[in-house]
């Protein structure tokens, strides 16, 4: 099961137990939602929570019409291996640090 609060989607199993969590930043004057860090803990690691979580994350951004900005290493290696998601890439025109690439 899947929950969001103020800055952070979560997912627990029916034991009550967090298997994964992503930390976001709304970035409003950007439209956009930075993915600041993707984190699951070791005894649910390599069961796809990562991913899954990630994509309940993207999919929440975008029905919110929001462009995302890639910070966490996951979330930035998501998106350089699917390539069928660069759409939801805020316009990297206008980073913070223009030496950074996805």
């Given at each position: 099961?899947f929950?969001?609060?103020n800055?952070?989607?979560?997912q627990?199993?029916?034991?009550g137990?967090i298997t994964a ?7 409003p004057?950007r439209?956009a ?9 070791p005894?649910f690691?390599?069961q ?25 290493p996951y ?5 350089q ?20 690439s996805?």
């Open positions: 099961m929950k969001q609060n800055d952070e989607f979560y627990q199993n029916t034991q137990q969590t992503l930390h976001y930043t709304l970035i004057e439209q939602l930075s993915i600041d860090q993707v984190f699951v803990p005894a690691r390599n796809g929570h990562a991913r899954q979580i990630l994509q309940v994350a993207l999919d929440w951004a975008d029905s919110q019409n929001l462009k995302i900005i890639p910070i966490c979330a930035r290696q998501v998106f291996t699917e390539p069928h998601l660069t759409n939801l890439l805020a316009d990297q025109s206008t980073k913070e640090n223009p030496n950074d996805i």
